[in-house]
């Protein structure tokens, strides 16, 4: 059994920077990439960041680039998403995901934490 475990969400004001975490556990998880999504209130869940487990290349959501920095730990099974510059519109549930299975989709999901940042 795989669980992801986010941490780090929070309260902030415009501009201000917020890191998250999240583990993986489980005997058996291996993953060929993790990343970060996020639904906001009224929204559909959008991708966010990539980060791929193996050589580290990382992709973004246009809008994050250059303020969002995604980065992992394989020994510790954790990936991080340092947010900075934070706007108003990053407001949501910020969810970590793993890829896995034999169609290596995103299988494996935190149960989020809440990011809100204020005006």
């Known amino acids: 059994q795989v669980q992801l475990v986010e941490s780090g969400g929070g309260l902030v004001q415009a501009g201000g920077s917020l890191r998250l975490s999240c583990v993986a556990s489980g005997r058996s998880f291996s993953t060929s990439a993790m990343g970060w999504f996020r639904q906001a209130p009224g929204k559909e869940r959008e991708f966010v960041a990539e980060?791929?487990?193996?050589?580290?290349?990382?992709s973004y959501k246009d809008s994050v680039k250059g303020r969002f920095t995604v980065s992992r730990d394989n020994a510790k099974n954790t990936v991080y998403l340092q947010m900075n510059s934070l706007k108003p519109e990053d407001t949501a549930i910020y969810y970590c995901?793993?890829?896995?299975?034999?169609?290596?989709?995103?299988?494996?999901w935190g149960p989020g934490t809440q990011v809100t940042v204020s005006s």
């Open positions: 980060i791929r487990w193996s050589g580290g290349s990382t």
């Open positions: 995901a793993a890829r896995g299975g034999v169609t290596g989709t995103y299988v494996f």
